[in-house]
T-cell receptor, first 116, second 110 residues
Framework: GAGVSQSPSNKVTEKGKDVELRCDPI?????LYWYRQSLGQGLEFLIY????????KSGLPSDRFSAERTGGSVSTLTIQRTQQEDSAVYLC??????????????FGPGTRLTVT | AQRVTQPEKLLSVFKGAPVELKCNYS??????LFWYVQYSRQRLQLLLR??SRESIKGFTADLNKGETSFHLKKPFAQEEDSAMYYC????????????FGAGTRLAVHP
């Protein structure tokens, strides 16, 4: 079947604008993750959704960042009042069941965000 | 604090040479370690996990709890191994959150 998909693939925005990044996980995967990939910084964990449990938001860098997951499927990462340091590739991943096995995370192609 | 360290940003070798990509971790619990790989213009994907004790594409990695290391090794590098490699640590206790290292770019020259 189809893998994890993300949209848009590229986004250029002006400093101060809000952006929304979308992730469609693999069907049937209950766990969904957002990461940020910055040059030289590796992958930085942002947020983790597991089924109907409260999300783990411990990686969000500021209150300008938020994420939702509607209906246990599609997720949207929102960045408000974007700053230049938000420029990065935002990766989404999903796994079958984050709590009891199925640890392999399947990654999407990412959204490259550029804040000018 | 939980941390994964990959000390080398770039590792450059010739085809046929042995390769070792270093990974050290800091975690007080029982760790699970993974290696993920990202080939050029491809998605990040799982290469191997320590609990499987498997060899994938000729790569192996052994968890050394005494040295808190999980180095990735291959005896004879191939040009197609050129990629970005990330070491990752999974928290125990039922959570699947991964902490990634900064990554090492492996360049295998002909």
């Amino acid at each position: 079947g189809a893998g994890v998909s993300q949209s848009p693939s590229n986004k250029v925005t002006e400093k101060g604008k809000d952006v929304e990044l979308r992730c469609d996980p693999i069907s049937g995967h209950t766990a969904l993750y957002w990461y940020r990939q910055s040059l030289g910084q590796g992958l930085e964990f942002l947020i983790y959704f597991q089924g109907n449990s409260a999300p783990d938001k411990s990686g969000l860098p500021s209150d300008r960042f938020s994420a939702e997951r509607t209906g246990g499927s599609v997720s949207t990462l929102t960045i408000q009042r974007t700053q230049q340091e938000d420029s990065a590739v935002y990766l989404c991943a999903s796994s079958i069941n984050g709590a009891s096995g199925g640890y392999e995370q399947y990654f999407g192609p990412g959204t490259r965000l550029t804040v000018t | 604090a939980q941390r994964v360290t990959q000390p080398e940003k770039l590792l450059s070798v010739f085809k046929g040479a042995p390769v070792e990509l270093k990974c050290n971790y800091s975690y007080s619990g029982s760790p699970e370690l993974f290696w993920y790989v990202q080939y050029s213009r491809q998605r990040l994907q799982l290469l191997l996990r320590h609990i499987s004790r498997e060899s994938i594409k000729g790569f192996t990695a052994d968890l050394n709890k005494g040295e808190t290391s999980f180095h990735l090794k291959k005896p004879f590098a191939q040009e197609e191994d050129s990629a970005m490699y990330y070491c990752a640590l999974r928290f125990s206790g039922g959570y699947n959150k991964l902490i990634f290292g900064a990554g090492t770019r492996l360049a295998v020259h002909p």
